[in-house]
């Protein structure tokens, strides 16, 4: 089945099937690394062909502002995108990517990282301000905003009326702390999802404290941490663990939910990847070593790859909430 966009005069036919090819499984990492850069250069036509459409083109996806009330009764804003062309009541269920926002930026920011990608799908992407125990936009996986997080289904319906979600299909993506925040969502909600990405995450809030000591401005990110936790990780030991995906290794490893995790060898935000992501890659693993697990392990720039017109295509694919009119090439798990 496919659907006709009209976007500046030009027709483009956008395939809704699903993708549900299994990929096997690949052991080394330089076989996991020469496979998904395969991956990437099969994306080149897509990106070529659709270059002025994916990215932020209004033409093809509205964005609608809503307000919610936020953990300890605190009215937050946030924005759905859907397709432009989808009418409630009148098309089917669309599904839902839940997209938490990285560290100290606004939901308007991070809904830059999709364009127009919600259209290629169908699918709606909804964007909350967030609340944290203490601020909003430096939250650092606050229980609280995990909960909100996992009630974004019902938010969307009741600020779209007519929208239905398809509940089947409900899936978590965020880069750094909104990768770290969707991590905790796998580990508190694993019936919410039906697969998450958490890209460049933080994934040991104690660790976290001390690295920003190393990054520029790092000594006010440091006061604005102990704000939001209560205080440094000698202080408050449970409550940074209780933010760290790392503790819940053993949640996520069994939760069942199909988790991509991706990090750089090169990030300097979240610095040492292999001791916040790859860390808790290898513990889901020892744990279950069954568990629906993917790794993506390259050289970019810290967030750089949750772009439209960089790896973030590929994520969807993956999940089969886009997909290619050529199949992809098998053997990108690990």
């Known amino acids: 089945m496919g659907l006709a966009l009209a976007a500046g005069g030009a027709v483009v036919v956008v395939h809704l099937r699903r993708h549900r090819e299994p990929t096997p499984q690949i052991r080394t990492r330089s076989e996991v690394e020469k496979s998904t850069r395969s991956v990437l250069r099969s994306l080149v036509p897509f990106r070529v062909r659709y270059r002025d459409l994916i990215q932020d083109r209004p033409g093809l996806v509205r964005r609608i502002r809503f307000t919610y009330l936020a953990n300890g009764g605190r009215l937050r804003e946030g924005f759905v995108v859907l397709p432009r062309w989808y009418i409630a009541r009148k098309q089917p269920p669309l599904p839902l990517v839940i997209s938490p926002h990285g560290r100290g930026i606004s939901p308007q920011v991070n809904l830059r990282f999709w364009g127009a990608l919600p259209a290629f799908g169908p699918f709606a992407v909804v964007d909350p301000a967030g609340q944290g125990r203490r601020l909003i936009s430096y939250s650092w996986g606050w229980r609280g905003q995990i909960d909100d997080l996992s009630r974004m289904p019902g938010v969307v319906e009741h600020a779209v009326p007519g929208l239905r979600i398809d509940r089947r299909r409900i899936y978590a993506i965020g880069s750094s702390m909104g990768g770290q925040e969707t991590l905790l969502l796998v580990a508190r909600h694993p019936g919410l999802?039906?697969?998450?990405?958490?890209?460049?995450?933080?994934?040991?809030?104690?660790?976290?404290?001390?690295?920003?000591?190393?990054?520029?401005?790092?000594?006010?990110?440091?006061?604005?941490?102990?704000?939001?936790?209560?205080?440094?990780?000698?202080?408050?030991?449970?409550?940074?663990?209780?933010?760290?995906?790392?503790?819940?290794?053993?949640?996520?490893?069994?939760?069942?939910?199909?988790?991509?995790?991706?990090?750089?060898?090169?990030?300097?935000?979240?610095?040492?990847?292999?001791?916040?992501?790859?860390?808790?890659?290898?513990?889901?693993?020892?744990?279950?070593?069954?568990?629906?697990?993917?790794?993506?392990?390259?050289?970019?720039?810290?967030?750089?790859?949750?772009?439209?017109?960089?790896?973030?295509?590929?994520?969807?694919?993956?999940?089969?909430?886009?997909?290619?009119?050529?199949?992809?090439?098998?053997?990108?798990?690990?």
């Open 193 to 334: 999802l039906a697969g998450a990405a958490a890209l460049d995450s933080a994934t040991n809030m104690a660790a976290r404290y001390n690295d920003f000591g190393l990054l520029r401005g790092g000594r006010r990110l440091r006061q604005l941490a102990r704000i939001e936790i209560g205080g440094t990780p000698e202080q408050v030991p449970r409550a940074y663990a209780a933010r760290s995906p790392l503790t819940f290794a053993r949640e996520i490893a069994q939760s069942g939910v199909p988790l991509h995790l991706w990090w750089s060898t090169r990030d300097r935000i979240v610095r040492d990847q292999n001791a916040e992501s790859g860390a808790l890659y290898r513990a889901i693993r020892r744990i279950n070593p069954k568990a629906p697990l993917t790794k993506y392990v390259g050289t970019w720039a810290h967030s750089r790859e949750m772009r439209p017109l960089t790896r973030l295509p590929l994520l969807l694919i993956g999940f089969g909430l886009i997909e290619l009119d050529e199949p992809l090439p098998t053997g990108i798990a690990s």
